[in-house]
Antibody, heavy 120, light 107 residues
Framework: EVQLVESGGDLVQPGGSLRLSCAAS????????MNWVRQAPGKGLEWVSY????????YYADSVKGRFTISRDDAKNSVHLQMNSLRDEDTAVYYC?????????????WGQGTLVTVSS | DIQMTQSPSSLSASVGDRVTITCQASQDIGNYLNWYQQKPGKAPKLLIY???NLETGVPSRFSGSGSGTDFIFTISSLQPEDIATYYCQQYDNLPITFGQGTRLEIK
């Protein structure tokens, strides 16, 4: 069974940092691209970042470029999102989601999400 | 960025009704469109990929059509468990963008 489990969400002050993790199981992790998608409270879905299999390429939404860094550890079947210089508007549930092969979508499996709250 | 506009933003229908949601892209995206269902408090779930392909395990009452800039998502016979918010999503160009969502309620 495919499982994606996010962790690392927390309450953090503006300007602070946080590292999110997503542990994957039930599939050959190294063969899939991975994404982070976020959802602010009561709002819609916003794509954040994407990393191809073998970490060949990473892409970021303009709203997080230069502040967030995506990485993956294929030996540990995990993907991470390092979030620096956090802003109030980064408050959201963050989901990791996989995509087949080197494609960015479709996002065929999602984790349950982890809540990041940026507030003083 | 490609803008995705869904219509309507919310919809109330009765069990058994045929439900249609439209999604319009700000530019031609071919068939690079997916549809997701999100139930309250849950993660999104992929229903339709490449505009018209039903994801494995998804009931056949769900369908999608369209290409270019105009797309349609249909539930042929609404069931109580279909209460959710539905999102279209394009992947012709990065960044991936989602429609604003259509909240579906039972009348």
């Amino acid at each position: 069974e495919v499982q994606l489990v996010e962790s690392g969400g927390d309450l953090v002050q503006p300007g602070g940092s946080l590292r999110l993790s997503c542990a994957a199981s039930g599939f050959t992790f190294s063969s899939y691209s991975m994404n982070w998608v976020r959802q602010a409270p009561g709002k819609g879905l916003e794509w954040v970042s994407y990393i191809t299999s073998r970490s060949t390429t990473m892409y970021y939404a303009d709203s997080v470029k230069g502040r967030f860094t995506i990485s993956r550890d294929d030996a540990k079947n995990s993907v991470h999102l390092q979030m620096n210089s956090l802003r109030d508007e980064d408050t959201a549930v963050y989901y990791c989601a996989r995509a087949p092969g080197t494609t960015v979508t479709p996002l065929d499996y999602w984790g349950q999400g982890t809540l990041v709250t940026v507030s003083s | 960025d490609i803008q995705m506009t869904q219509s309507p933003s919310s919809l109330s229908a009765s069990v058994g009704d045929r439900v249609t949601i439209t999604c319009q892209a700000s530019q031609d995206i071919g068939n690079y469109l997916n549809w997701y269902q999100q139930k309250p408090g849950k993660a999104p779930k992929l229903l339709i990929y490449d505009a018209s392909n039903l994801e494995t395990g998804v009931p056949s009452r769900f369908s999608g059509s369209g290409s270019g800039t105009d797309f349609i998502f249909t539930i042929s016979s609404l069931q109580p468990e279909d209460i959710a918010t539905y999102y279209c999503q394009q992947y012709d160009n990065l960044p991936i963008t989602f429609g604003q969502g259509t909240r579906l309620e039972i009348k």
